[in-house]
């Protein structure tokens, strides 16, 4: 069965961290890697990148708090948060790039302020 499931979300204060796990089933992350969220009535937006080689990229917003990073021999996608913000509350969901044609269920990240 082909599978992405995201782990390691939660309630946490701002300010805090967070270490989110991604791991996929039946299919192999070849190439570029990416985490994503989606906050309540707004559309999904790529946070962060890492090609195989292990380049990075990341969107403004969390630049400089979160860093991804990914195990290629155990096929995972990590996704270390600190700093939190309450903006950053949000179902955050691995997937590959160009992103593959289904998705994980995701992770619930909610930060109180």
């Known amino acids: 069965q082909v599978q992405l499931v995201e782990s390691g979300g939660g309630l946490v204060q701002a300010g805090g961290s967070l270490t989110l796990s991604c791991a996929a089933y039946?299919?192999?992350?070849?190439?570029?890697v990416g985490w994503y969220r989606q906050a309540p009535g707004k559309r999904r937006e790529l946070l962060a990148t890492m090609t195989r080689g292990g380049n990075t990229n990341y969107a403004d917003s969390v630049k400089g708090r979160f860093t991804i990073s990914r195990d290629n021999n155990k096929n995972m996608v990590f996704l270390q948060m600190n700093s939190l913000k309450a903006e950053d509350t949000a179902v955050y969901y691995c997937?590959?790039?160009?992103?593959?044609?289904?998705w994980g269920q995701g992770t619930q990240v909610t930060v109180s302020s």
């Open positions: 997937n590959a790039l160009p992103a593959f044609s289904f």
């Open positions: 039946g299919i192999i992350f070849s190439s570029s």
